[in-house]
């Protein structure tokens, strides 16, 4: 072997002549060496010194060789070992080798056998220590490789969270006009309601001020008290005091109307949790009709007919960003007027939601395209081509499908299918 000087080896066996004799042969052959005529003496050498094999006779006082090697193999595991032994039985033979012996050589000790199987074991062991080495730079490029698909992963995770952000935030950019109409109707009335009731207060503050002058002079003749009669008529304190109730319960729904559509705005806008929520796909349905009402009701009359569905473990947000695609690209579909039908239900452990319309419908060759992303049949510079592939990316999150039929001039129906358990998770 070249460069065997390096290797040293260490001879355990309880008879100094073989002792002596394995030394000299390992010393003529250029190999570095001690030996121990004990288990003992052997386990104290291996542990000042490094050793790349034990030469180890089986009986031997107080500990065997067997039992030694047992000890060897487990705290040395890099130290190649070969049995020497007159025991000729097979089955301590098979016994060494299987506990990881690298040879076995029976007494009397022939020099080239002790050779041969030294240079053979030293050659293996050479080999088990690069191909552990190997494994171990391989396990580290497996865990780098891993690494690095795992942030490529999250990267791409990322991104498609961003590019959902995004569309969504185009398509409130895009409603954002009617939006504002939904928001200035009720705001103009309140504004209207609050000058009506500033005017109205003047007229009460007045009644109230001249009445307190009646009582704190006491004066209570008939000819105040008629003044006072006129005063009530010429205000039209009567006619303030239900006008009154009105104009408050009017502005009071106009805020409340406001609130709403300001709450879905704010649901809607922002990026979901990443943990899904318990929610209610009723009220995600309802939520998204909030903000898109005014797209709605100058094209069309919605229907709804919402079955009793139980909460879903879901990303909200997120699905009410599907229904609001799919309710305005209804409303788009309509040239004039028509109809925009809502339907849920549950039955089975799967609901079941179905938006159609009575619009123009798609044409076949169409139809297989339209989850393709950027797809579009809208003019350049009226859509991104990303709803509707956000759309199948999202129901798909939620371990769903979604189909589509249409028949040109007549009209489309989507109908979404989600489990309310997540397959995966069973």
């Given at each position: 072997m070249a460069d065997s000087e390096r290797e040293r080896i260490l001879i355990v066996d309880d008879e100094p002549m073989v002792c002596i004799m394995l030394s000299r042969l390992l010393t003529e052959e250029g190999f570095p060496n001690f030996h121990a005529h004990s288990a003992k003496v052997a386990l104290q050498l291996l542990g000042e010194n490094d050793f790349a094999l034990m030469l180890l006779d089986v009986q031997m006082p107080e500990m065997s060789g067997i039992e030694l090697q047992k000890m060897v193999h487990l705290k040395y595991p890099e130290l190649a070992v070969i049995m020497v032994s007159?025991?000729?039985?097979?089955?301590?033979?098979?016994?060494?080798?299987?506990?990881?012996?690298?040879?076995?050589v029976v007494k009397p000790i022939d020099p080239l056998e002790v050779l041969v199987n030294i240079k053979n074991a030293l050659r293996r062991r050479?080999?088990?220590?690069?191909?552990?080495?190997y494994q171990m730079e391989l396990e580290h490029l497996v865990y780098e490789r891993t690494s690095e698909l795992e942030k490529a992963y999250q990267d791409l995770k990322s991104s498609q969270e961003r590019t959902i952000q995004q569309e969504k935030l185009a398509a409130i950019g895009q409603l954002a006009a009617g939006v504002a109409h939904e928001i200035n109707n009720p705001t103009g009335y309140i504004s209207s309601n609050l000058g009506t009731l500033l005017k109205y207060s003047k007229k009460l503050i007045d009644f109230i001020n001249t009445q307190t002058d009646v009582c704190a002079t006491g004066d209570d003749t008939e000819e105040k008290l008629s003044a006072l009669k006129e005063l009530r008529k010429k205000f039209k304190i009567d006619f303030i005091a239900d006008?009154?109730?009105?104009?408050?319960d009017e502005s009071?729904?106009?805020?409340?109307?406001?609130?709403?559509?300001?709450?879905g705005l704010k649901n809607f806008s922002r990026k979901d949790e990443n943990e899904a929520v318990m929610a209610n796909i009723n009220d995600c349905l309802e939520n998204t009709l909030n903000i898109i009402w005014n797209e709605l009701k100058?094209?069309?009359?919605?229907?709804?007919?919402?079955?009793?569905?139980?909460?879903?473990?879901?990303?909200?947000?997120?699905?009410?960003q599907v229904f609001m695609n799919l309710l305005v690209n209804a409303a788009h579909a309509i040239e004039t007027r028509g109809e925009i039908n809502l339907k849920t239900s549950h039955q089975n452990g799967i609901?079941?939601?179905?938006?159609?319309?009575?619009?123009?419908?798609?044409?076949?060759?169409?139809?297989g395209k339209i989850f393709e992303?950027?797809?579009?049949?809208?003019?350049?510079?009226?859509?991104?081509?990303?709803?509707?592939?956000?759309?199948?990316?999202?129901?798909?999150?939620?371990?769903?499908?979604?189909?589509?039929?249409?028949?040109?001039g007549k009209g489309t129906c989507f109908t979404i299918i989600i489990p309310v358990s997540d397959p995966s998770a069973e």
């Open positions: 007159a025991e000729t039985d097979h089955e301590v033979i098979y016994g060494a080798l299987e506990r990881g012996a690298f040879g076995y050479e080999l088990e220590i690069d191909n552990r080495a006008d009154i109730k009105d104009l408050i009071l729904e106009g805020t409340e109307r406001i609130k709403k559509i300001v709450q100058y094209k069309s009359t919605v229907s709804k007919d919402f079955g009793e569905l139980p909460e879903l473990k879901c990303y909200p947000q997120q699905l009410s609901i079941v939601i179905a938006i159609s319309d009575s619009g123009s419908g798609i044409s076949e060759e169409s139809l992303p950027f797809f579009t049949t809208k003019p350049v510079g009226q859509g991104t081509g990303l709803g509707l592939s956000i759309v199948k990316e999202i129901v798909e999150k939620h371990h769903g499908t979604i189909e589509v039929t249409s028949e040109v």
